[in-house]
């Protein structure tokens, strides 16, 4: 299903929040994934943060409860509706990740978390170039791509799940005229698995996962800059 269509259906709006967080594993799933991008940030907790498609705001919540000014972005109006419902500190913006109508260099964070899965290689370029426009100077892009996926599809497809390399993110970070620092990879399965399992199975997939080599992990979570500080690894 295309992106934007994904978004339209009032049914998917309404359920968002249970399908990919509901339950002992969608708490799992949200609890890594914030985790993870914590670890990515490092040091930084504060300052401006943009979170594009921030869907039900889930993310904006958090970090606007821990010091950052927050600005929350999507394509879907019914999202953004239902994202100000649970985050009334945040500034709301309805644009397309391919044309930003925001101030240049004025984001020290941007998320961009579960987005690539769903775009053709020559539309990512565009993203990061558009993206490296706001971003202030050491400031900091998280966002997270698919290193596999039964639904894969060509590169320039609009239908199906994307996937990407190391080498093509790292690629188009650098050609974006960004620096990848650092990256971390999780999961061994697609996190809307995870909503549908037990706890205990939970816990032994958790743990064959650190006994798994990186390749063979669902996602990897990225973290590029403006600057050169930061050490890459786990690629």
Not at 32 to 38: G, P, V, W
Not at 128 to 153: C, H, M, Q, V, Y
Not at 174 to 195: C, H, K, M, N, Q
Not at 208 to 229: G, I, M, Q, R
Request: aromatic letters at 10%.
């Amino acid at each position: 299903m295309p992106i934007k269509k994904a978004y339209i259906s009032n049914d998917i709006v309404e359920h968002y929040n249970d399908r990919h967080f509901g339950g002992e594993g969608g708490k799992y799933v949200f609890e890594r994934e914030l985790s993870i991008i914590n670890g990515l940030l490092g040091e930084r907790t504060s300052g401006t943060l943009l979170d594009i498609p921030c869907g039900t705001g889930v993310f904006l919540e958090q970090f606007s409860n821990h010091g950052y000014q927050v600005t929350g972005a999507d394509i879907s109006v019914r999202m953004l509706e239902k994202t100000r419902s649970n985050t009334s500190s945040a500034n709301f913006i309805v644009c397309d990740v391919n044309h930003l109508p925001l101030r240049s260099q004025y984001f020290d964070v941007i998320l961009m978390i579960r987005l690539l899965q769903h775009m053709p290689l020559s539309k990512t370029r565009l993203i990061f170039n558009e993206l490296g426009s706001i971003l202030k100077p050491n400031g900091i892009i998280i966002f997270d791509t698919r290193s596999w996926s039964p639904r894969a599809r060509n590169s320039e497809s609009t239908t199906g799940i994307h996937v990407y390399t190391p080498n093509n993110i790292k690629n188009i970070i650098i050609d974006s005229g960004l620096i990848p620092v650092r990256s971390e990879s999780a999961f061994l399965f697609s996190t809307l698995l995870y909503r549908k399992l037990s706890k205990k199975v939970i816990t032994f997939l958790h743990g064959l996962e650190k006994l798994s080599p990186k390749s063979f992990l669902l996602k990897t979570y990225w973290a590029c800059t403006t600057n050169e500080s930061g050490i890459m690894h786990s690629v």
